[in-house]
Nanobody, 125 residues
Framework: QAQLVESGGGVVQPGGSLRLSCSPS??????YAWFRQAPGKEREFVSG????????YYADSVKGRFTISRDKVENAVYLQMTSLKIEDTAVYFC????????????????????RGQGTQVTVSS
């Protein structure tokens, strides 16, 4: 059964950087996304990428600070986070789908059939 394995979370000071990784096992996915959920808040879309072509999508709150990428050799997706803010603190989830997600649905959690367990990112001084 396909699984998504996330890594790279941790504790960082405001203004710092972290890189999250998402590696699938047992399957090939064509669409990936990162979502996050902070305590007491709803889950929200952070960024997405199409495996073929590399088209990327970002939430306005992270645009210019976060970069999503994929490595076809490593078969992994990364989320490089820079200029981190306290409000970026959350559990980050990698999500994937075997088929390409249409643009209008990229930000929808329900479109992704596979989800990782989540990795904690804490931004604190």
């Amino acid at each position: 059964q396909a699984q998504l394995v996330e890594s790279g979370g941790g504790v960082v000071q405001p203004g710092g950087s972290l890189r999250l990784s998402c590696s699938p096992s047992g399957h090939t996915f064509l669409s990936y996304a990162w979502f996050r959920q902070a305590p007491g808040k709803e889950r929200e879309f952070v960024s997405g990428i199409r495996w073929n072509g590399g088209t990327t999508y970002y939430a306005d709150s992270v645009k210019g600070r976060f970069t999503i990428s994929r490595d076809k050799v490593e078969n992994a997706v990364y989320l490089q986070m820079t200029s981190l803010k306290i409000e970026d603190t959350a559990v980050y989830f990698c999500a994937a789908r075997g088929s390409q997600v249409i643009t209008s649905a990229v930000r929808s959690w329900e479109m992704y059939s596979y989800r990782g367990q989540g990795t904690q990112v804490t931004v604190s001084s």
